[in-house]
């Protein structure tokens, strides 16, 4: 089965502060995602990366970074989080690289920036 | 710009129903389409994966279509029990870029 972990289930940081957070999938997938998920707007795609050190952009990439060192990580960085940024963020991959099939998810991480 | 819809939003049935869950998109040119459910609080699981060739699958009670031409899709679950209760969500693998998802329809099943 494939299986992507994600570091935290709940993290609460203050406003200002850099936030990492990390996901890891043990299938050799080539491509990996970071969502955002909120209610009533649903699920936005944040970054992706399909191969390492390779990122692009989704729809709402202000305010974060990403990074991609090894294949079976990908890292969000909220460089300066803001309140804004309280959300259910959910990592995900997939097999061949640009060929965007199955995604598998990780379990979430729920932020809270107070 | 490829959207996908989920209606209804919400459904609320009782035990041993069998439903139907209906997801359209606006562009038919896709390689797949791929249903999940939620949890409160948690992830997605991938429940089925539809290729853009294939009109049909199946997993124990759950059939998904697909119907490429019109831009529809449909979630059959039989014989429905409160486990599952959940949030139901579509999304389309457009070409070449990642996936596009509906905002999902909440089951609620009354036992």
């Known amino acids: 089965d494939v299986k992507v972990t994600q570091s935290s289930r709940y993290l609460v940081k203050r406003t200002g502060e850099k936030v990492f957070l990390e996901c890891v999938q043990d299938?050799?997938?080539?491509?990996m995602f970071w969502y955002r998920q909120d209610p009533g707007l649903g699920l936005r795609l944040i970054y992706f990366s399909y191969d390492v050190k390779m990122k692009e952009k989704g729809d709402i990439p202000e305010g974060y970074s990403v990074s991609r060192e090894k294949k079976e990580r990908f890292s969000l960085i909220l460089e300066s989080a803001s309140t804004n940024q309280t959300s259910m963020y959910l990592c995900a991959s997939s097999g061949e690289a640009g060929n965007y099939n199955e995604q598998f998810f990780g379990p979430g991480t729920r932020l809270t920036v107070l | 710009k490829q959207e996908v819809t989920q209606i209804p939003a919400a459904l609320s049935v009782p035990e041993g129903e069998n439903l139907v869950l209906n997801c359209s998109f606006t562009?038919?040119?896709?390689?797949?389409l791929q249903w999940f459910r939620q949890d409160p609080g948690k992830g997605l699981t991938s429940l089925l994966l539809i290729q853009s060739s294939q009109r049909e699958q199946t997993s124990g009670r759950l059939n998904a279509s697909l119907d490429k031409s019109s831009g529809r899709s449909t979630l059959y679950i039989a014989a429905s029990q409160p486990g599952d209760s959940a949030t139901y969500l579509c999304a389309v693998n457009p070409s070449q870029i990642p996936l596009v998802f509906g905002k999902g329809t909440r089951l609620s099943v009354i036992a």
């Open positions: 299938m050799d997938h080539e491509n």
């Open positions: 562009d038919s040119a896709i390689y797949n």
